[in-house]
Every structure is written in structure tokens, then in C-alpha cells.
């Protein structure tokens, strides 16, 4: 098995800090860690000295639809293996898969061929250390069909549906057990019963793109919501009479928010707001991110439709914001300039997200079992060094 050293000055776990540290990973995974006198290095490693940077987890992102000109839903391997190449460059290791409402029949397609790239994926246990960074997609975020047509943004109103188990079973079926997250406004009718579906079924349940009021919001978190995506963006807004539900999840320690730290989607000091409000344990760095992320301005699809990024900014045809072209080294840099730790930025993006999705033990942290998902990062929080579950360093 390949056995990799890496030397590095600071180690971020992200819970604990670990200077002149050793990291060894053996295959696709953290054999063992610590300081570099207490950790023994095994015969004939590759040493990797990651001199002058930080080496935290790598990044997990909970909503992605996709980068480097292809959108996750064309569902391809050619057009996955690009995202996930792309993304890995600038720190994300690991994603779930974002769709966006669509006909039935055409996200069952998406969900299909998703499904097939992550299990041809699995058990690839034999790591080849030249191979080049990528994310691993976690499983699938399905963003609608289930969505308010009053707080839709730009998801296409003919194609958004009344919440339906059945639809959401065929959704199940078609991405082959592998949707991880299902975003859902719950003021619809039959909603509630969907979300208790969804959570028996294992998958995560967010709010977003909802209308609700904040009974309403607080009824789906009794039944078992526990997210909520691209926090304040496409829900009804707070008022001080009206809370909705902004007010329900802001005072919900067990919901976690997802946010997208473009500094355009959500104004800073309303980031401050919600960060002062919730803490640092239930806030998520997400990117939102489209296929324009790392691609120059122009046009792009968004699912099956088109939008136009000026400026690094997706808008469609009426102007309203698409997805970003965040990624989330960017959005840690932009954290830390809001005033957020460098500890608490790298929380936000790792292990945050990681325990979310149930996975704390193999995402998002640097320990011994967990997957080699790591990061060298510069002190101006650059990504200087990306490893992908063991590969992609040398
Ligand atoms: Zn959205």
C-alpha cells in the first residue's frame, strides 16, 4: 500500500491545533497523526513536506451544482469528472450533488447517471498517488421540484411540484438510494408527511425556498427538518411581528443554516447577524456554485436553463441571482475578512457540514480512519496542496 508522510508546521483538525506535526496516510486514508516526536513514520513513505502552510480537512460541500463549464445534471462521467477536478483545486474534497426543479422525467435521468458515476467510484480502494485531486460526490441534493413558486428565484415555476412521496420515491429509486438531501418549502400541502418520509428514509431534510411563517417552519422542524439552504435567500424575509421563518431557524439550535459567503447573496453584516445569532456550530459554508465557477464571464446553463455571469455574478433573464461562482476557499477568505476565526471558517466548511450528512468520522476531519482529504493552505488562505483521499499530492 502507498504510505505517505506529510510534514507540515500546523496541522488544523479542525478542532484541535497540532504544531510540527506528522500526518501519514496510508492508501486512501489517515493512518495516524500528532507531533512529529510522538508519531512513528513507517519504512519506505514518500515524504511530503508542506513547509510554511496550515494542512486542515478538505472542504464539504452540501450545495453544488456544478463548475468548470458542466452542470451536475448533465450527469455524465465526462462532465462530473471536470466539476469534481475543478473544485478540488480550490479545496472542495468532497460535495453532494445539487439538482435544480426540472420535469420529473428529466431529473430521474440526472439522478440516474449521477448515481451510476458515484457507484463506479466505490471501492476504489487502489489508490494511485499520481492521479490528479477530486472530489468525491457524497450522494445527491435534490434542490425542487418541492419548492414555493412565491420564493422559486429562478427555479423554473412550470416545473416546481406539490410535495408527493410518490414522486420523491421514484426520485429514491432513480438515484439509486443516494439523495442526501432534499430541499423543501413546508408550507405546501402534504409537506409534513414528505419530510417524515424523507427523514425515516435517511435523507436529510432542508427548508429553503419557502414562504412559511414561522409555525409552519417550526411544524416541519417537529417533523423532522434539520437544515436549511442558502440561509435568508429565497425564504420570507424576518420582521419583527412576522419572524417566519428566518425567525424559526435562528432560534433553533438544532437546525443547522447553509450560507453563501459571495458577499452578494447575503449582505455582511446580516451574515454577522446570523453568525451572532446561532453561533459557530450551526452555520455551513456552502458555494451554491454553477457551471461558471472557474470559467470566465458569459452564458451558462443552470439545470436546462440559461443565466449570464457578469462580474463573477449568475443572474437569469429577469436578473435575479443564479447560484454564485463562489468556491469555498473564497468563502473562508471572506469569513475570516468578516472577522470569523481561521479555526471557526475551516469549522464552517469541514466538519460542520460533514456531521450534518452523518459522516463526522470519515469527512471533514483530519483522524486516524478518516478519509486523506487534506489541504495545505497559505497564510493568506490560499490552497497551495490538495490530497483526495490519498492521491493528488505528489
Ligand atoms: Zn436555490
Known amino acids: 500500500m502507498q504510505t505517505t508522510v506529510i510534514h507540515a508546521s500546523r496541522i488544523l483538525t479542525p478542532e484541535e491545533e497540532i ?45 453544488i451544482h456544478g463548475a468548470g463549464g458542466h452542470d451536475v445534471m448533465e450527469a455524465n462521467a465526462r462532465a462530473l469528472d471536470r466539476i469534481t477536478s475543478v473544485v478540488a483545486r480550490h479545496g472542495t474534497t468532497s460535495m453532494v450533488a445539487t439538482t435544480v426543479t426540472a420535469p420529473v422525467e428529466e431529473t430521474c435521468h440526472s439522478l440516474a447517471g449521477i448515481a451510476r458515476y458515484i457507484r463506479s467510484h466505490e471501492n476504489a480502494e487502489e489508490v494511485n498517488p499520481e492521479s490528479r485531486p477530486q472530489a468525491e460526490i457524497l450522494g445527491i441534493h435534490l434542490e425542487g421540484p418541492f419548492i414555493s413558486k412565491a420564493q422559486r428565484g429562478v427555479h423554473p415555476a412550470e416545473t416546481i411540484a406539490r410535495p408527493s412521496i410518490e414522486v420523491l420515491d421514484r426520485f429514491m429509486k432513480a438515484a439509486d438510494g443516494l439523495v442526501r438531501i432534499l430541499t423543501v418549502a413546508p408550507e405546501l400541502p402534504g409537506a409534513l408527511e414528505m419530510i417524515a418520509h424523507a427523514v425515516a428514509e435517511n ?84 458555494s451554491d456554485g454553477i457551471a461558471a465557477t472557474a470559467m470566465a ?24 441571482l443564479a447560484g454564485s461562482t463562489l468556491t469555498l476557499d473564497r468563502a473562508v ?49 490560499r490552497v497551495a496542496g490538495v490530497m483526495t483521499r490519498g492521491a493528488g499530492l505528489s
Not at 450560507?259 to 447577524?273: F, R, S, T, W
Request: charged letters at 20%; hydrophobic letters at 45%.
Open 297 to 320: 464571464d458569459g452564458n451558462y446553463r443552470l439545470g436546462n436553463f440559461d443565466v449570464t455571469v457578469k462580474n463573477g455574478v449568475a443572474r437569469n433573464s429577469e436578473g435575479k
Open 19 to 63: 504544531s510540527d506535526g506528522i500526518i501519514v496516510v496510508e492508501g486512501s486514508r489517515i493512518a495516524s497523526l500528532g507531533h512529529r516526536d510522538t508519531v512513528r513514520i513507517p519504512a519506505g513513505a514518500t515524504d511530503y513536506v508542506a513547509a510554511g502552510t496550515t494542512v486542515v480537512p478538505g472542504f464539504v460541500d452540501v450545495h
Open 203 to 286: 435523507i436529510v431534510v432542508a427548508l429553503g425556498h419557502t414562504d412559511a411563517d414561522y409555525d409552519q417552519a417550526r411544524a416541519a422542524i417537529e417533523a423532522g427538518a434539520r437544515h436549511s439552504v442558502h440561509f435568508y435567500n429565497a425564504m420570507r424575509p424576518f420582521t419583527h411581528r412576522d419572524p417566519g421563518i428566518v425567525g424559526a431557524i435562528l432560534t433553533d439550535p438544532e437546525v443547522t443554516a447553509e450560507m453563501i459567503a459571495d458577499l452578494v447573496h447575503v449582505a455582511g453584516p446580516a451574515i454577522q447577524v446570523l453568525l451572532g445569532t446561532k453561533g459557530f456550530d450551526t452555520v455551513l459554508l456552502a
Open 333 to 381: 477568505r471572506n469569513v475570516v475578512g468578516l472577522g470569523v476565526s481561521f479555526k471557526d471558517a475551516v469549522r464552517m466548511a469541514t466538519i460542520l457540514p460533514a456531521r450534518r450528512l452523518g459522516l463526522a468520522g470519515r469527512k471533514g476531519v483530519i483522524a486516524e480512519g478518516a478519509d486523506a482529504d487534506l489541504l495545505m493552505l497559505t497564510p493568506d488562505l
